[in-house]
C-alpha cells in the first residue's frame, strides 16, 4: 500500500515541475519579446544580468506578494474573474509601492501550477497578462500559512523522494527480472524432459515381470490358494468378542484363536510367560501359557514345494548332469525323486564321496559359540576340515550361523571353495506370534534372529528373484530351523538332489539325505547309493572312524 501511495506522490511532484517549467519558458520567451520591443532601463538591465546578489530579498517578497495576492483573491471571490493589471493595482495600494508585473505573473504561475488558481493568458492593448478565472480556498488556506522558504524546502524535499523512489523501483524491476531469468534456466529443457520421459519408460519396463518370470511364479503356485490359517490379532475368543462386540462375532470370526492353560499352580495377575510354549518348567510355572483354540489346519491337497515332507511317492525328472543341478529340461538323464533318507553318522569321520554330488547342501553344525548348549559341540578346526567340497562341483550350500560363528562360517565358505552371494534371515517370533524380547542366546542382546549364508560354487542353473531373503516364523525346539526354508530350497532348485547335514529326525524331507548322529540308523532307497555305502561300510557303521 506504501509503495502505491510513493508512486501516485512521486508521479504528482513530476506533473508539478513539468507544469513549472513549461510556465516558466512560456514567461522567458514573453520577457524576450517585452525587450526587444520596449528598451530596458540600464539600471533594471545590470540588476537582471546579477539576480543571485539581492536572493534573500526577492524571495521575502515573492512570499509577501503570494500572501498579498491570496488574500485579494479570497475578498474577490464573488467577482471573480479578475485581471492581472487588477491585482497588481490593488497590491501597489496595498503595499504603497511599486511592484513588477513579471513578479506577479511568476506568482500566478506558480499558484496554477499547484492548482490554487486556473488563468488564462491575454493580450490587452499589446501588453501580456493573465486572468484569474477561479480560485480555490482550501488550498489557498493551506498555501497562505507556509512561506516561500518552507516552498523552497518542500520542493527540494519533493525532487530528493522522487530521486530515492526511482532507484529502489527499478531495483526491485531488476531483481524481480534476475528472479524470472533464473526460474526460466532452472527449468528443464525440452531435451531433458524427454530424457527424463525416456528413463522413466525403461526403468517401467525393466520393473514388469518378465513372461518366463511369470511362468515360473505360476509353476510353484499353490494350488487352491493359501493352505494356511491365519491367527487372530485379539488373541483368545474373549478378546476378541469383547473387542469386535456381539456374542456370536467369535463363531463368525474363522481364524486361529488362543486359549489360556489354568493349572492349580497358575497365578493370572503374573500376566503371560515369557517362553510361552517353550518354557522348560511349564508344570510348575506360574504364569499363564496358551494352546490353540480349534482345529489347527484346513482340510487341503498335497503341495511339494510348500511342504515337501507329505510327498510319500517316488518321481522321475529330466534333469541336467551328475549334479542333479538346475531346472528340468529336455537334455540331461533321468533322475528319480526318492522319499526321505538318512544316515546315522560321525561326519567328522564319514567318507562323503560315496554319496555322490548335489545340487544343494544346507548345514546346521554344533558352532563351539562359548555357550552352554544340549548338545555337543565342534572346534573351528573339525568344521574347517569337513569333506564338504567332494558333495558338490558345483551348486548351492546354505549355512546357519550364528554369533562368533558368522565370521568363522564365512572364512568356512571360502575355504570350502564357495563365494557368499546371500544371506537369509529368520526373524524369530513366539506361540501368540509376537517378536521375541526374552531370546536364550546372546552375550550382549536377546537374540531375536538367526542368519543363513548362501554360498554358491561354480554356475548353477537356478531359479532366481521367487522368493524374499527374510522368514519370519515361530520358534519351536532348540536349534530346531523353520521349515520355510525347504520351500525356498526347492522353489530355487526344484526337483534336484539335496542333503542336509547335522540334521535331526524332524529334519527329514522327501529327496533330502539327512546325515548326523541324532537320527535313527541308516535308511537308503536309491539303489546306487545303497551299494556305495555298503562297500565302504560293511558293518553299516560310520559312527567311528574307518581306515582307507
Known amino acids: 500500500m506504501s509503495d502505491a501511495f510513493e508512486e501516485i506522490q512521486a508521479i504528482k511532484i513530476k506533473r508539478n515541475s513539468l507544469r513549472e517549467k513549461l510556465q516558466k519558458r512560456k514567461r522567458e520567451r514573453h520577457e524576450l519579446f517585452t525587450l526587444t520591443s520596449t528598451p530596458v532601463p540600464p539600471i533594471l538591465r545590470t540588476e537582471s544580468v546579477d539576480p543571485d546578489s539581492n536572493t534573500s530579498s526577492l524571495r521575502s517578497d515573492h512570499s509577501e506578494y503570494e500572501r498579498d495576492i491570496l488574500c485579494i483573491l479570497h475578498e474577490s471571490l464573488p467577482s471573480l474573474p479578475i485581471t492581472?493589471?487588477?491585482?497588481?493595482?490593488?497590491?501597489?495600494?496595498?503595499?504603497?509601492?511599486?511592484?513588477?508585473?513579471?513578479?506577479?505573473?511568476?506568482?500566478?504561475?506558480?499558484?496554477?501550477a499547484q492548482d490554487i488558481?486556473?488563468?488564462?493568458?491575454?493580450?490587452?492593448?499589446?501588453?501580456f497578462g493573465y486572468t484569474v478565472l477561479s480560485f480555490t480556498e482550501s488550498q489557498s488556506s493551506y498555501q497562505s500559512q507556509s512561506d516561500d522558504t518552507e516552498n523552497a524546502e518542500s520542493t527540494e524535499t519533493s525532487s530528493e523522494l522522487y530521486d530515492y523512489i526511482l532507484p529502489e523501483k527499478q531495483a526491485k524491476m531488476e531483481k524481480k527480472n534476475?528472479?524470472?531469468?533464473?526460474?526460466?534456466?532452472?527449468?528443464?529443457?525440452?531435451?531433458?524432459?524427454?530424457?527424463?520421459?525416456?528413463?522413466?519408460?525403461?526403468?517401467?519396463?525393466?520393473?514388469k515381470q518378465t513372461s518366463k518370470e511369470k511362468s515360473l511364479a505360476e509353476r510353484f503356485r499353490s494350488q487352491g490358494g493359501a493352505q494356511v490359517m491365519e491367527f487372530c490379532p485379539h488373541g483368545t475368543r474373549v478378546d476378541c468378542v469383547k473387542l469386535n462386540g456381539g456374542p456370536g462375532f467369535a463363531e463368525k470370526c474363522k481364524k486361529l484363536h488362543f486359549k489360556k492353560i489354568i493349572q492349580s499352580?497358575?497365578?493370572?495377575?503374573?500376566?503371560?510367560?515369557s517362553f510361552l510354549n517353550t518354557c522348560f518348567h511349564m508344570d510348575t510355572c506360574k504364569y499363564v501359557h496358551y494352546e490353540v483354540d480349534g482345529p489347527t489346519a484346513q482340510p487341503k491337497e498335497t503341495n511339494d514345494f510348500d511342504n515337501p515332507s507329505n510327498t510319500t511317492t517316488n518321481?522321475?525328472?529330466?534333469?541336467?548332469?551328475?549334479?542333479?543341478?538346475?531346472?528340468?529340461?529336455?537334455?540331461?538323464?533321468?533322475?528319480?525323486l526318492y522319499p526321505p533318507q538318512w544316515i546315522q553318522c560321525d561326519l567328522r569321520y564319514l567318507d562323503m564321496t560315496v554319496l555322490g554330488k548335489f545340487a544343494v547342501i544346507m548345514a546346521d553344525p554344533p558352532w563351539d559359540i562359548h555357550m552352554e548348549l544340549p548338545y555337543g559341540t565342534m572346534s573351528d578346526d573339525e568344521m574347517r576340515q569337513l569333506g564338504i567340497p567332494a558333495l558338490q562341483d558345483e551348486g548351492l550350500l546354505f549355512l546357519?550361523?550364528?554369533?562368533?560363528?558368522?565370521?568363522?562360517?564365512?572364512?568356512?565358505?571360502?575355504?570350502?571353495?564357495?563365494?557368499?552371494?546371500?544371506?537369509?534371515i529368520w526373524v524369530k517370533t513366539n506361540q501368540l506370534q509376537r517378536i521375541i524380547r526374552t531370546g536364550r542366546t546372546g552375550h550382549w542382546l536377546n537374540h531375536g534372529k538367526e542368519h543363513c549364508l548362501v554360498g554358491m560354487k561354480g554356475n548353477p542353473r537356478i531359479n532366481r528373484g521367487l522368493d524374499s531373503d527374510v522368514i519370519v516364523a515361530e520358534v519351536r525346539a532348540t536349534s530346531h530351523k523353520p521349515d520355510e526354508i525347504y520351500g525356498i530350497i526347492e522353489r530355487m532348485s526344484p526337483g534336484t538332489?539335496?542333503?542336509?547335514?547335522?540334521?535331526?529326525?524332524?529334519n527329514?524331507?522327501?529327496n533330502w539325505i539327512t546325515l548326523g548322529n541324532q537320527v535313527d540308523g541308516v535308511h537308503l532307497i536309491d539303489p546306487q547309493l545303497i551299494k556305495a555305502f555298503k562297500k565302504r561300510y560293511p558293518d553299516g557303521n560310520a559312527m567311528k572312524p574307518t581306515k582307507p
Open 84 to 112: 492581472s493589471a487588477d491585482l497588481i493595482d490593488q497590491l501597489r495600494k496595498n503595499l504603497n509601492a511599486d511592484v513588477s508585473s513579471s513578479d506577479i505573473y511568476k506568482i500566478l504561475e506558480k499558484l496554477a
Open 117 to 127: 488558481v486556473k488563468i488564462k493568458e491575454v493580450t490587452e492593448n499589446g501588453v
Open 178 to 207: 534476475t528472479e524470472d531469468i533464473m526460474s526460466l534456466i532452472s527449468m528443464p529443457t525440452i531435451r531433458e524432459k524427454e530424457s527424463k520421459k525416456v528413463g522413466e519408460q525403461i526403468l517401467d519396463l525393466l520393473s
Open 265 to 273: 499352580h497358575t497365578d493370572e495377575s503374573l500376566g503371560d510367560c
Open 315 to 336: 518321481k522321475t525328472l529330466s534333469l541336467d548332469g551328475k549334479n542333479g543341478g538346475g531346472t528340468s529340461g529336455n537334455a540331461g538323464s533321468e533322475l528319480t
Open 400 to 424: 546357519w550361523v550364528t554369533g562368533r560363528a558368522m565370521e568363522l562360517g564365512r572364512e568356512c565358505l571360502q575355504l570350502w571353495g564357495y563365494e557368499r552371494v546371500d544371506e537369509i
Open 497 to 506: 538332489r539335496k542333503i542336509e547335514l547335522f540334521g535331526r529326525p524332524h
Open 508 to 510: 527329514v524331507q522327501p
